[in-house]
């Protein structure tokens, strides 16, 4: 495999680098670095902004088919792209539930009614969207999900009772794409057979968004009540009853191509680990040396994964090596939290200082890695069914 990148790639590598190093000065000097996870609260009418900048200038949704308002690009300038974007800093994208998990599915599973209405005001950055997937007793196991919808009396419309929990961004969302039981499983069917995937517009009397603090102190996600809510009878992706192929349809974007860029947000972090161990004598210490030097070759790791993943995805779809990238990542990045806390030493329980708050933002964050878009186990169980062909999970 031929790891050079081609004078075509570097050429289009440059554009995004110039795009993003211009336009993150002046006007959007104070986003960069900001937002993301840990830091979800920060500047957002000026990450507004900037998402409403990049879809001006056709840079949101650039992974989507040109006739969708995306650029249709290959997977590999994909990558490029995200990662020029974690190069620039970028901020943390407002618009990433809609971009990599609502659209591609709306893409792959909508009518073209539905792609027309829901599309474009992603494209712009004019509409946020947040997944309503989880519920106090589906997690892991979703086809739980006890949240109903049944059609109005005058038929033009779906009524939403039940309640979703940890919903990023609920706070901000204009839209939510919702996991909602419409019919019971039928004779002989599992539980995964009655779902319908909803699309429920967040601003609304029947909608109560309440905020759950986390450890950072911020309150990135949020439990989501359902009393009474409607959205139009057509706002149903795939199919009435059909919502758990749609559903997992999500889930695999989710842990797909939008990820492959990730290790290039690590490295910032890690060079900011290893700046700190510097400045303060602990690099060299011979163990905490090895860590990040172990650090160094995790990221490495990662990024030939990526390659190697996409050298395997001309088709467009992702192989069976991209089943351990969410393990990985999540494995990698919490370890490299408690490398940050192992670094920083008694400094990191003292607040007040942005180096060392930023620092602890990422291990408090990190946490929750190993536990959203799959959990580990639910990641090795797939690995192990999917990827290797091992006897399936009793359930
Ligand atoms: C930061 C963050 C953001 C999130 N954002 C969203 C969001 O926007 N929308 C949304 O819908 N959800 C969101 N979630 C919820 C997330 O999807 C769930 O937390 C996750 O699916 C796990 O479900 P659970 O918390 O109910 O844990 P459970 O499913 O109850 O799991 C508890 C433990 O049991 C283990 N376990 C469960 N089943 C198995 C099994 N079959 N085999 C082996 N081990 C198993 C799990 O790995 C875990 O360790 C978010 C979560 C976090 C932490």
Redesign the pocket.
């Known amino acids: 495999m031929d790891l050079r990148e081609s004078a075509d790639d570097r050429s289009f590598r440059d554009e995004v680098r110039t795009f993003m190093e211009e336009g993150l000065r002046g006007d959007f000097a104070a986003v960069r670095g900001r937002g993301g996870?840990g830091d979800e609260h920060a500047l957002f009418d000026e990450r507004l902004a900037w998402e409403r900048h990049l879809g001006a200038h056709g840079w949101t949704c650039v992974g989507w088919p040109k006739e969708h308002g995306g650029r249709g690009l290959s997977l590999r300038r994909h990558v490029i792209y995200h990662e020029e974007y974690a190069r620039a800093r970028g901020p943390g994208r407002l618009g990433h539930?809609g971009e990599t998990l609502l659209g591609p599915t709306v893409i792959a599973f909508g009518s073209p009614s539905q792609q027309r209405r829901f599309l474009p005001p992603i494209v712009a950055g004019d509409e946020l969207w947040?997944?309503?997937?989880?519920e106090p007793d589906?997690?892991?196991?979703?086809a739980n999900v006890a949240t109903r919808a049944v059609p109005s009396p005058e038929g033009d419309e779906w009524v939403v009772e039940g309640q979703?929990?940890?919903?990023?961004?609920?706070h901000w969302a204009d839209w939510c794409f919702v996991l909602a039981r419409t019919a019971p499983p039928g004779p002989g069917e599992s539980k995964h057979a009655g779902l319908s995937y909803l699309l429920v517009p967040m601003r609304q009397d029947g909608i109560e968004v309440r905020p759950i603090v986390?450890m950072t102190g911020d309150s990135?996600?949020n439990e989501v009540f359902f009393s009474g809510a409607r959205t139009a009878a057509g706002n149903v992706v795939g199919g009435e009853g059909r919502g758990w192929a749609v559903a997992m349809g999500t889930l695999a974007f989710e842990r797909g191509a939008s990820t492959l860029g990730q290790q290039l947000n690590f490295r910032n972090e890690l060079a900011h680990v290893t700046a700190v161990a510097r400045r303060t004598g602990v690099a060299d210490d011979p163990v905490m040396r090895q860590r990040l030097a172990q650090a160094h070759i995790g990221l490495e790791i990662m990024r030939l994964n990526a390659l190697r993943t996409l050298a395997g995805s001309e088709s467009g779809t992702l192989g069976r090596e991209a089943l351990v990238g969410k393990l990985y990542w999540a494995t990698f990045h919490r370890g490299l939290g408690e490398l940050a806390m192992d670094v920083m030493g008694a400094a990191a329980l003292v607040s007040g200082d942005p180096e060392v708050d930023a620092l602890a933002r990422v291990f408090l964050?990190s946490r929750?890695d190993t536990?959203?878009?799959?959990?580990?186990?639910?990641q090795r169980?797939i690995i192990g069914e999917r990827g290797l062909g091992l006897p399936r999970?009793p359930r």
């Open positions: 996870p539930i947040c997944q309503g997937y989880s589906a997690g892991s196991d979703l979703k929990v940890w919903t990023s961004l609920a986390q990135e996600f964050f929750a536990i959203y878009a799959g959990s580990n186990e639910i169980n999970e």
